[in-house]
């Protein structure tokens, strides 16, 4: 998967500034201020409950925050949308819904101007990708935790999105799929920019070139790197 970037690797993609989010007269996250650039590869930790999802979805402007600023930008202008793939946590995906495998990779290119061709491939190729093939007919509710996890996975990546956003990717899946999963990160990660979320940094976060602590303030560690991060994260 690779992408034809018009645009040196360092631009800043996403800017937040002074962003507070408070429900009732909680402060969950309290004068938040980052940049994304392109190219950077983000590794987000942090306490149960200290805001790192919330983050994540004040950066893709799914959440408003209660104070401050979110921009998207393109060589340095404001810009409304960005080419975002998002892994979402799979308890926030509702197995109910009668939708197949197929349906939901497929509802990544929603909004692409794609030939239907293309379409079709794209979607079979990722489903393969994921080792989906022999479930792409069944609904979302007949899937295990893990199976589940990968469709979402081939929604996100099915696009080729510049910029890829994964919350708890390695939630449920299997040692197997584990490695599988850090082989593709690690190949998009040359190509794509990318926000990794997990309360348990892992072998991908390894990868990555900038870490962040966040517990209700946002901590940004430059020599949290490989295993140097693990006791970084406990202090």
């Not at 990708?129 to 609904?139: F, W």
């Not at 070139?209 to 209700?216: E, G, P, S």
């Amino acid at each position: 998967m690779s992408h034809d970037h018009q645009h040196r690797a360092g631009d800043t993609l996403i800017r937040l500034q002074n962003v507070y989010m408070q429900w009732d007269k909680i402060v969950t996250l309290s004068d938040i201020s980052l940049e994304v650039n392109r190219g950077d590869f983000v590794a987000i930790t942090g306490p149960n409950g200290g805001g790192k999802t919330t983050l994540l979805r004040i950066i893709l402007k799914l959440l408003k925050p209660t104070a401050g600023r979110v921009e998207y930008l393109n060589q340095g202008c404001p810009v409304a949308t960005l080419p975002i793939g998002y892994l979402p946590q799979k308890n926030m995906i509702d197995s109910r819904f009668p939708v197949t495998v197929e349906e939901v990779v497929a509802s990544g290119l929603l909004g692409r101007k794609i030939a239907s061709a293309e379409r079709e491939q794209r979607v079979a190729e990722m489903i393969e990708r994921m080792g989906l093939k022999e479930h792409k007919s069944k609904c979302i509710g007949n899937l295990s935790g893990g199976q589940l996890q990968r469709t979402l996975m081939g929604r996100a990546l099915v696009s080729e999105p510049e910029v890829l956003v994964l919350d708890e990717p390695l939630s449920y899946v299997d040692k197997r799929f584990e490695h599988r999963l850090y082989e593709i990160v690690a190949d998009l990660a040359g190509s794509t920019t990318i926000l990794l979320v997990s309360h348990q940094m892992s072998t991908i976060a390894g990868i990555a070139t900038r870490h962040f602590i966040v517990d209700h303030v946002i901590e940004e560690c430059p020599a949290c790197h490989h295993n140097v991060y693990f006791d970084c994260e406990e202090r």
